[in-house]
């Protein structure tokens, strides 16, 4: 069942490669690499390199690159470190990388630093394991020195080096000026997994759980600076209007409100604080224009689905793109048709944290600071906004309540936002935009509406012998730097490919894919929130179907698999 | 407008309107931001503190009412609270962002019922939503607490 998670992974990867390509093509001439890199402050990493630092104390700091959002990406990586290094797992901290794709890129993603398609780890191990098992060779050689004692007669435990045969050791506090005059191994040597000490075991714990349980963790929402002012904004009831006019006079009586004026995706309030802020935008009135807006409700928009996936002919304006041909059988087999379908809702990822950011524009400010699962695509579009190099974009990053992909958006919608809103502001003031719950799930980007109509005949033995399956569904990836040339695996992904298919002799698969102006974004495993459902469901279904129809049950147990 | 507030056994004068939440008074005005916004609307839990001991949803709760009321947030609890103990030996937090809430609603529970039982603890935190769904730990966590705040 491997196979739909690979074709995530690589969705994703050839998304943020592109992005990056997109945002590239304003500076001619330049690779992505080499244009990320243009502007970047120098960074100034210490003796044992970007991810390790250690303190006079010899406690180790590990820097993540990757953002920690529940995933426990804070647990994981320091764990690799600590795990090379020997280091004291109890005395290990853990702190957020700023942006910079060319140290802190994400290995799996051509170098664009983000998070997704559960690579945090996996392009982070040898990294991790390199540097750490640098960091302990260096504590090793300078403790040779020390001792008096060869190197290979060194171990190393909870960040202490000793020498069995002398009695003599030594910590990596006492170590620490020595070791950090040693050039670092131009190749280091990572443990054998069989001599792991801490991965594996139940030492490894969550880094954040005290500042979870005692309300001290950061995210975004809680950020509070010198001056900062709080903005909400007024969004179209419909996807697609525009604001035509507003009357801001009740809205600037409110107390605290301290400016109102129009962006790209609405009208923004000012304020103090986020009270003022909420109540000026319910006294603001908004004309919208609604040419180019979606005006079908839900249920209009699935009655259209459905009647697509029904018809024997091509409803006009409907394209169905194979996905599976394998020839209708000849002649036509004879055995019971099971029909089935499926209506799965538009929906909001719908963190506990709703969207938000802060931004200081301006004044020789340019930075954000925020729970950001791609900075590198959060710097392209403020770059974009105000005319920068993208890596001239300062990025502190935070943790974030939660995201289930809505954070890691190639228009970075809300950060955009928040940056035209703070540009309008000036002077490098910092603006926090609020999103309220409300505007969190009325605010698009979700999981696509879908309809799934299947007729799957089953042959003598009970097994599935034609399989036809429509998909009617929106395109998450038209619209965005890397539109599908074909046909968008995001829609198929978990029925294409499905191991219940492979030994089904004829299957014929459709997708028909809807423009709507509903702008849809990857939920969580993405595609196969649907498809992978639709599957097992639908193969469940048969399996009744077929123990009261034959005395032949199908089971699941008898589906080949794709092993 | 003033209005004085009891928060964690200190008195606090705040200037807003008394028709203000007090989540956003402690968030915006006091800079205690332990207490989340989630939704604005008692649908979540994240902004749950404790009135008079009582689990209440701040977001619901104008200053204006709250003279002479004794308020608690996740501050108060003083981070070496029985429960904030179990919470971080159970690793029950993931993105973390609701269980300042969760921990006042524990904490509420366990005060009026020390040995609470699922169905007990199911009824308390039912107005407590997680998003990554930590729900076994949280309830695990529960009973840990229950064992040492009886004691």
Redesign the interface.
Known sequence: MNAPVREITSSRRAFIVSAVGAGGALLVGCSPAEMLSLGAPKLDFGAFGPFIRIDPDGSVTVVNKHIEFGQGSHAGLAAIVAEEMDADWDKVKIVQAPANAKVYGNLQTGGVQGTGGSSAIANSWDQLRLAGAAARAMFVQAAAARLAAPAAELSVKDSVVSHAKSGRQATFAELLTSAGKITPPQSSTPKSPADFTLIGTDRVRRKDAVAKSTGTARFTQDVHLPNMLTAMVAHPTKFGAKPKSFDDTAARKVPGVVDVFQIPSGVAVVANDTWSAKQGREALKVEWDEAEAETRGSDVLLDLYRRAAASADDTPGIKWQPWDTRPAPTPPATGPVVAASYDFPFLAHAPMEPMNCVAEIGGGKLKLTFGSQVPTIDQLNTALIVGALPAQVEVEQLFAGGSFGRRANFKSDYVSECVHIAKHVGGGRPVKLVWTREDDMTGGYYRPLAHHRLEVQLAADGLPHHWFHRVVTQSIMKGSPVPSKGLDESAIEGTKDSPYLVATPYVTGEAALIDLAVPVLWWRSVGATHNAFVMEHTVDQLDRKSTRLNSSHLSVSRMPSSA | MATTLNINGKDVVVV??PD??LL?VL???L?M?????????A??G?CTVHLNGQAMRSCQAPIGSLAGVKIT???G?G?AHPV?AA??KR??????????GQ?MSAVALLAKTPKPSDDDIDQAMSGN????GAYQRIRAAIKDAAGVVTA
């Open positions: 807003a309107a203000t939440p956003w968030r915006d005005d800079l931001t332990g207490t989340k916004y989630g939704c604005g609307i649908q979540c994240a947030t996740i501050e609890l981070g904030q919470w971080i690793d029950v937090p993931q993105c973390g962002y609701c269980q300042s921990i939503i997680c998003r990554c």
